[in-house]
């Protein structure tokens, strides 16, 4: 069974930190892009990062470049978000999805369930 499983959110002070994993089982990833979404409540799914599974390319979206930092571990077929300086507007649920090299969200066919993060003022 191919599936993606995220976990890592909680509940977390304005500043601090979280570092998310996606861990991906059923196939092979090697030539699939790694992307993390996000989704408040009464928002659209948005963009967040994403990462090449071969080669590591990245791309951010502009609201969280230099706080937050994507990565993937092939040893362990696990794609990380790590998120630093939080904000209480990244409060949403967090996706990973595999797709193609993309920032939009139609271009990925595979997805997790979803963790919430939760940022307090």
């Known amino acids: 069974q191919v599936q993606l499983v995220e976990s890592g959110g909680g509940l977390v002070q304005a500043g601090g930190s979280l570092r998310l994993s996606c861990a991906a089982s059923?196939?092979?990833?090697?030539?699939?892009?790694m992307g993390w979404f996000r989704q408040a409540p009464g928002e659209e799914r948005e963009f967040v990062a994403t990462i090449l599974w071969n080669g590591g390319s990245t791309l951010y979206a502009d609201s969280v470049k230099g706080r937050f930092t994507i990565s993937r571990d092939s040893a362990k077929n696990t794609v990380y978000l790590q998120m630093n300086n939080l904000k209480p507007e990244d409060t949403a649920v967090y996706y990973c999805a595999a797709g193609s090299w993309s920032t939009s969200l139609k271009n990925y066919n595979l997805w997790g369930q979803g963790t919430q993060v939760t940022v307090s003022s």
């Open positions: 059923g196939r092979t990833f090697s030539s699939y892009a």
